[in-house]
Every structure is written in C-alpha cells, then in structure tokens.
C-alpha cells in the first residue's frame, strides 16, 4: 500500500512534559532558526518560554508515528487575560476597541512548524484543533501579533503597505499600536503598490488568515529581541462569509 503520510494528535498540552515539549520546538524555531531570545529563554536546556506560558492554553500537533510535537499555537482566552491583567500583545498594541467591545475574545501566539513539516497538511489539522477550540467556547473575535522575519522597515516597505492599505480593520476592531512603539506601515502609495511582489513578501499564516478575512491593526512593531517586524492579526467570525467558514473549518 503506498504511504498515506502522516497522522496527527492534535491536543492541549495538560503536563509539564507536553509545555516543554511545546517551549522546546519553540526554541529551534525562534531562537536557533530565526535569532530570536528573551529574559526567560533557557539557551541550557533549549526552551523558548515565558511569564505568560503558565496562563496560556498550549495546542499541539504530534506526528503520531513519532510521538514528536511539531507544530504548537498558544491560546490565551479573554476571562483568562482579565486575571492575568493583560493579554501578551497589549505591550506592543492598544487593545481598548477589542476589550470593550462586549465579544468573547482569544488571543493567538507563538504559531509555529517543525521545518520538516512545513507546506504538509500539519497546518491544516492544527487549524482544525483550533477552530474547534473556538466553536466550544463560543469566540467571536480572534487576534494575535504575527511576523515578518527582520527588523528593516524600508526592506519590508512593499508588504506592510500593502496591508495597510488593502486589509486595515474596520474601525470597531482596529487595534493600533502603542503611541511610544508605533510604526506606521503607510510607507509606499497606493499607485506605488507592486501587489504581487509585495505577496510575495508576506509570511505564509499571515496570507493564511488574509484568506479567511482577516484584518490587520493600525501601525506595526519592531521587536528588536525576536529580530521581527510585528504586525497585529484580527479576525472577526461574524464576518466571515460561508466559504471562509468552510476553510476555516476543515471542510
């Protein structure tokens, strides 16, 4: 019989093991593969880990012929954000619109793919686990800071403009970021856009929640420490049309 490829779990992680193994492909990926860091990041034992890990819901896709986690997202609902005091990305963002706007709210972060994994269907089942997440918990909104590779804005000129100018968020969900840290993403004119090659440019799950609707907030952020271009992700399933729907649900 040919190969069928991989199968998956797709879980949240209930041990201290699971949480390591999650801050440990973390690791490889942030810190060894794209030259991020941080004050919490063990270089010893290779974990990528913070104070908010402990609040955080962690999902995990394990290949199950392996037992090897290769592909983590971390969750942080708004109820649990309200005893935390903030959610991760109100450093970098004004969330106000979001937080009084009356909608059940999940924060997304630290989405990541074991290389070998990278263009297969493990994306895929994990957006599944996720959307099942949702729909058990009745979110509406789902945001989170996602990012380009490097801090030079005038290399990322074309891709940030292209979202400014063609996926800016309605303003009942434009989150902006925080005046001191703001980085204006209108860098090239509309009639300056090289759309295509702008695309191009533009890292796969953002293009991912792109294709699902989503939206980004006003202003990015460079984050010197993970060596990234900062870009804030809302999605809004009241706005999702039927075929968004039908993606966004594995169908």
């Not at 004050?39 to 012929?65: C, N, Q, S, T, W």
């Not at 030079?152 to 292209?162: F, T």
């Not at 004119?189 to 191009?200: E, G, N, W, Y």
């Not at 039927?242 to 169908?251: D, K, P, S, V, W």
Request: negative net charge.
């Amino acid at each position: 019989m040919p190969d069928a490829g991989p199968s998956f779990t797709v879980k949240l992680a209930e041990t201290e093991d699971e949480l390591r193994a999650a801050q440990r492909l973390r690791y490889d990926v942030f810190v060894r593969e794209l030259g991020g860091g941080g004050e919490m990041v063990d270089h010893e034992a290779g974990l990528e880990r913070d104070k908010f890990d402990p609040y955080f819901d962690h999902m995990l896709a394990i290949d199950d012929r392996t037992g090897e986690t290769i592909g983590v997202y971390r969750l942080l609902p708004g109820e649990r954000a309200v005893d935390l005091g903030q959610f991760y990305s109100e450093d970098e963002y004004d969330l106000t619109v979001l937080k009084n706007g009356g909608r059940k709210l999940l924060e997304l972060g630290r989405s990541c793919l074991h290389p070998d994994y990278r263009g297969g269907t493990a994306m895929y089942h994990l957006w599944n686990g996720l959307s099942a997440y949702v729909l058990e918990r009745e979110i509406e909104v789902l945001f989170g800071v996602a990012s380009f590779h490097g801090t030079d804005v005038q290399a990322l000129a074309q891709p940030l403009s292209m979202l400014h100018h063609n996926h800016l968020a309605p303003p009942d969900i434009r989150v902006r970021a925080q005046p001191d840290v703001f980085q204006t993403m209108n860098l090239v004119s509309p009639d300056q856009l090289d759309r295509r090659a702008a695309m191009v440019q533009v890292p796969a799950l953002i293009k991912a929640y792109l294709r699902l609707g989503g939206f980004v907030g006003e202003g990015a952020f460079i984050d010197h420490a993970f060596n990234t271009t900062d870009v804030c992700l809302i999605l809004d399933t009241a706005r999702m049309n039927e075929r968004q729907r039908r993606i966004y649900g594995g169908a």
